[in-house]
């Protein structure tokens, strides 16, 4: 008799909790921390503003297993920026679904690099060299070399977890130049040679998931130089009055980002339309100002605010030092060279 | 001079054994010690010596609206896994008091395990099994499984009313004509309502502090305090977390003092003298 | 028993169905039920006949339209990374019409389908069973003759997963012993006027939020942190240590979370001791340090078995202390359970590592029970 009594209320709270959890707004997913702030900024809440449309915000660190695992699940994701690499292989199995490219304003308002049937440009990053400048009044850290030399440098060092541009700071650092990079990673000695290099230093290396981590590092004293997403330590200097450097001159490995629609998403329009705001050449040029990343729209560059040029990738006294990620390299080996590369960093 | 020595050598024993119980004990308390005051440190540094005083990590985690979300899912959470987990682990430990059978002790042993059973397997299970039910994103997979790890607290609470329980109360209470219902909420419930109400609270902190099974259940609709500070620490460790910390540490404090005099009251009532 | 009942449901179920994945092998059967039954018959020589192949081909079109070819794809990734692309490479490019046969066309887009290893694989998956994942958790695997080898040197990690697991909570149940013992000793002496306060002092961290306790020891042991500065201000040091995202901050924040844990049952057998066993022995001329090694030490010997096991069965389930205060060479099993479900979709071997995991937790469990009894573990 109790227990009748138990179930009937167990079961009308739990009955109290589902509709509670019913609704799902259309849920947009980025890179957090200081990047996602901005966003939120000059996207995702205008974009209510202007549409009626909720948003509900999550961040990851990439990884096309991650997405996969989205896709196979309940559709809980709809809209999210995406790397090139994942681009590629998400749209080649389907975890990912093609765009209305129409509903953007045609392919050839964005920079070529930036169109795909899957995806469009959201922005041009880098990954960097960045260290602590008050730490480092004179000699600091210029080249890779220098990063991987724990003798003239000593203390800590960070690196992002995974294979992607590891491999090509591993060479940089070995002094392959920027141009030989992807020529020597496609030999099977050109990977051993980059992974005895990090094993060079092994140590000493801490790694980092998530692009707020590596500015928080530096803040701490934790590490003395990480490698970073270029805009995350413009950000730190201007919100937290840092003073990061970033170690242009020492190379670096710029790419795009894209907007993908998850291949579960019960929610294409709305995910077409807020992707549509955000490639909208208008609402692009705000985001250099807050965060220092390229926008893909055509229109839009010739818009950014000439103040912050210094800080973007793709500036002219930047870009000579630049390499550009290659796509089709990491498309066919990410998932083989990322499990060596857990493999090796777990032991 | 062989006494002497003794003396000596004892002595030495015994400071030595303060000085380690000492250490021991700071070593327990010291790093909530330190975060205590940093919650309130004026700087954003989370180092001493601190520039000064102020409000304003609380201030502004009173105005982040993702904190509050966070903070009313997991009160949502909370809240119905302790009502499930109160109900059937009472249930339960009236029951196995009442009865006596074989194989009691390894049915105890099965009731108590979800104690034992590493968070991660619970997780990972009840991830892969929610799936095809579609009870991953929504709060109420999250109370269920929060409820199956809560309910042995209340099961092992309520038991240890239950020890001395005169049972010839409730043979007494259906004598006089009572329901057997009406026998349970007036003569049992007043006994072991201490034992409930210290499971649940047991049950309740076990849910609010959750973690793992939070990660692999929930989507970003229903992020939880804990899944938000664990992003918080890993990503912008600043002194809003510390206010955080600080806030839940006040919480538990409160709630590890309700229970102690909750035991103690149990224990006057039931005769037991300490 | 609606308790038993909803422990069923909720946990004893999901776990049983976790432990199926483990040696489940069911997507090729479900994606390309044909295909899976025609290899099941093939004697594993060469390349199947054309009519096998003919039939693979058309349901590796129907899987990809239906948009069911993921898993397929990802178990065979599974067992050999690389076969993810090969059998995407082939749904994507493949003719309607076969070009001659569809043994040349396939051979015709990937070499690798003219060669016997690939279709071994499937054959691998068609069967009910696997044992893959179980092999791969102990770095093993059936090479192409089907026999248990050791797999390459670069990829074996687990059983160092597996070893280091067990070293971390060895390490921490010792140094919980080694801190709790004399505290539980001290405390168990005192007069209950004292002592009481100071086991509210123990119990304290024991309720407060594990998050804000790695938090805490972030703070306290990062480069800069308050013992860092002790150490260089006391000239210890001259530059900072490292002790935290390493071995040494896993070892320190497991041990303080863990500690409540080894102090009670310690605390509760102790106080059982009657002070004058210890009187007794003095009086009967023995040193202090005989006394307790030969009369105290053996009668608490119940609580220092009951405190060590119940500290090791919860420290190799853990997972988010080390994940937070650890670097990448200190995770534990857990970390892996969670990484092969969250981060990739290979759940069998989320399944495998966590059965090992489980079945390791069970045994101790069995144990702790026979010695010390269930209704001697107090969580508070």
Same mark, same amino acid.
């Given at each position: ?24 707004d259309?849920t947009v997913?980025?890179?957090?921390g200081?990047?996602?702030?901005a966003?939120r ?17 999550d961040s ?10 989205k896709?196979?699940?309940p ?12 681009l ?7 975890t ?8 953007l ?6 920079l070529?690099a ?22 480092y009044p004179?000699?600091?850290p ?7 030399d724990?003798?003239?440098y000593p ?14 700071f ?9 141009d030989q990079?992807y020529?020597v990673?496609?030999?099977?000695e ?13 140590d ?28 995350r330590?413009?950000?730190?200097n ?12 020492a190379g ?42 390229g ?23 930047n ?8 796509r089709d ?12 590369f857990n ?5 | ?10 002595a ?14 700071v ?16 700087g ?27 903070l009313?899912n ?12 109160v ?13 006596r ?22 997780a990972a ?12 994103g929504?709060?109420l ?59 649940g ?32 620490i ?7 977390i ?5 806030i839940?540490i006040?919480?538990s404090?409160?709630?590890l003092?309700?229970v ?8 006057r ?6 | 028993?609606?308790l038993?009942?909803f ?22 059967g ?6 899976t039954?025609?290899?099941?018959a ?13 039939g ?7 899987a990809?339209?239906?948009?069911a070819?993921?898993?397929?794809a990802?178990?065979?990734?599974n ?14 490019r493949?003719p309607?019409? =076969?070009?001659g ?5 396939? *051979? ?6 003219g060669?016997?290893?690939i ?7 068609? *069967?009910p069973?696997?044992d ?12 192409a ?6 797999v ?9 997963i597996?070893?280091?697991?067990f ?6 149940t ?7 013992y ?9 007069? =209950? ?12 961290? !024991? ?7 790695s ?5 306290v042991?990062?480069?800069?942190? =308050?013992?860092?500065?002790?150490l ?6 001259d ?7 390493n071995?040494?901050?896993?070892y320190i ?9 080894m ?16 009187r ?7 040193t202090p340090l ?5 009369v105290?030490l053996?009668?608490t010997r119940a609580?220092?078995?009951?405190g060590c096991?119940?500290? !090791?069965?919860l420290?190799i389930?853990?997972y ?5 205060v ?18 990739t ?5 989320a ?11 069970l ?18």
């Open positions: 008799m109790s227990v009748n009594l138990f179930r009937l209320a167990a079961l009308a709270g739990c009955v109290a909790m589902a509709t509670a959890a019913q609704a799902r259309l997913v980025s890179w957090g200081a990047y996602q702030d966003q900024e000059i996207y995702f809440q205008p974009f209510t503003a202007a549409t009626g449309i909720a948003l509900t915000e990851w660190n990439g990884g096309i297993g991650a997405l996969r695992a896709a196979e699940g559709a809980s994701w709809d809209v999210i920026q995406v790397e090139s690499d994942e590629v292989l998400g749209c080649e199995e389907g990912i679904v093609p765009l209305d490219w129409e509903a304003g045609g392919e050839d308002q964005f070529p930036a169109v795909h049937e899957c995806g469009v440009g959201a922005i041009v990053w880098a990954t960097v060299l960045a260290y602590d400048g008050d730490k004179d000699n600091a210029s080249s890779w070399a220098d990063f991987f724990t003798e003239t203390g800590p060092r960070a690196l992002r977890s995974g294979a992607r541009q590891a491999l090509e591993a060479l940089m650092g070995d002094g392959v130049p920027p990079i020529d990673l496609a030999t099977d050109g990977i051993e040679r980059a992974f005895a290099k990090l094993d060079s230093i092994r000493s290396l801490i790694f980092w998931e998530a692009g707020a981590q590596p500015p928080q590092l530096l803040a701490s004293g934790e590490v003395v130089m990480t490698s970073a997403y270029n805009g330590i413009t950000a730190a201007q919100d937290e009055g840092r003073n990061f450097q970033i170690a242009w001159d670096f490995v710029y790419q795009i980002d894209s907007w993908v629609v998850l291949g579960n998403s019960d929610k294409p329009d709305e995910a077409m339309q807020l992707i549509a705001y955000m490639s909208d050449p208008e609402n692009q040029k705000l985001l250099p100002p807050f965060i220092p990343y926008p893909t729209h055509k229109d839009a560059a010739a818009k950014v605010d000439p103040a912050v040029l210094p800080n973007v990738p793709t500036a002219p006294e870009i000579d030092h630049g390499l550009f990620f290659d390299f990491w498309v066919d080996r990410v998932e083989d060279l990322n499990a060596r493999a090796w960093a777990a032991q | 001079m062989a006494r002497q020595t003794r003396t000596t050598g004892q030495l024993g015994h400071g030595l054994l303060w000085l380690w119980t000492v250490a021991a004990l070593f327990l308390v010291a790093p909530i010690l330190v975060i205590v005051p940093l919650s309130f440190n004026a954003a540094f989370l180092s001493f010596p601190m520039p000064g005083l102020s409000l304003r990590w609380y201030a502004e985690l009173w105005q982040t609206d993702v904190w509050w979300r966070s009313v997991s009160l949502i959470v909370g809240t119905g896994a302790t009502l499930i987990a109900v059937l682990g009472t249930a339960a430990a009236v029951g196995l008091a009442m009865a059978f074989p194989g009691k002790d390894a049915l105890m042993a099965v009731l108590i395990s979800p104690l034992i059973v590493p968070l991660v397997i619970v299970g009840s991830y892969f099994f929610f799936i095809p039910l579609g009870l991953t929504s709060l997979g999250l109370a269920l499984v929060h409820a199956a790890l809560g309910a042995p607290f209340v099961l092992i609470t309520v038991g240890a009313t239950l020890v001395g329980f005169d049972r010839n109360l409730v043979r007494a209470g259906a004598s006089l004509g009572a329901a057997p219902l009406e026998v349970f909420l007036r003569v049992t419930m007043p006994l072991i309502a201490p034992g409930m109400i210290s499971g609270l047991f049950a309740f902190i076990t849910s609010f502090d959750e973690l793992v099974v939070a990660m692999f259940l929930t989507g970003p609709g229903q992020r939880t305090l804990p899944r938000q500070m664990f992003d918080g890993r990503e912008n460790m600043s002194p809003t510390l206010a955080v910390a600080t839940l006040v919480i404090i409160l709630l003092t309700t102690e005099l909750l035991r103690r009251r149990s224990l009532l039931r005769g037991i003298r300490e | 028993m609606p038993l009942a422990l069923l449901a909720f946990m004893v179920l999901p776990i049983g169905g976790m432990l199926r994945l483990a040696i489940s092998n069911g997507e090729l479900s994606a390309m039920p044909a295909t039954e025609a290899l099941r093939w004697d594993g020589q060469g390349v199947p006949p054309e009519a096998v192949v003919a693979f081909a058309a349901e590796l079109r129907a990809r339209e239906a948009r070819l993921g898993p397929v990802q178990r065979l990734n067992a050999h990374p690389g076969d993810r692309s090969l059998v995407q490479g082939a749904a994507r493949l309607d019409e =076969p070009d046969d569809w043994r040349a066309t396939l *051979a015709g887009i990937d070499e690798a389908w060669e016997p290893r279709w071994r694989s499937l054959q691998a998956a068609s *069967a069973w696997t893959l994942y179980l092999l791969q958790a102990l770095d093993l695997e059936r090479d003759d089907g026999d248990i080898a050791s390459r040197d670069d990829r074996a990690i687990y059983r160092s597996l070893g280091r697991t070293l971390i909570s060895l390490v921490v010792l140094a919980c012993l080694a801190i709790g004399p505290l539980a000793y001290k405390l168990a002496s005192l007069p =209950p006027r004292i002592a009481n306060p100071l086991t509210i002092l123990v119990l304290l961290p !024991f309720w407060t939020s594990l998050l804000v306790r938090a805490a020891w972030i703070v042991l990062q480069r800069e942190g =308050p013992i860092n500065e002790a260089l201000a006391l000239g210890i040091v530059e900072p240590v490292q002790l935290v995202f071995r040494i901050g896993v924040a497991m041990t303080h979370v863990l500690l409540p844990f102090v009670l049952p310690l605390l509760s057998v102790m106080r059982s001791i009657p002070p004058s066993h210890m007794a022995a003095l009086s009967l001329g023995a005989e006394a307790f090694v030969r105290y053996p009668q609580g220092i078995g009951a096991l119940l500290v !090791f069965i420290a389930g853990y988010i202390t080390p994940a937070l650890g670097g990448a060479a200190d995770q534990m099993i857990s970390y892996f359970v969670a990484f092969f479900t969250i981060q979709v290979n759940w069998g071997m399944a495998a590592l966590g059965s090992i995991l489980l079945a390791a937790t045994v101790l469990y069995l144990i702790y029970a026979r010695l010390v009894g269930i209704d001697r573990l107090r969580l508070g």
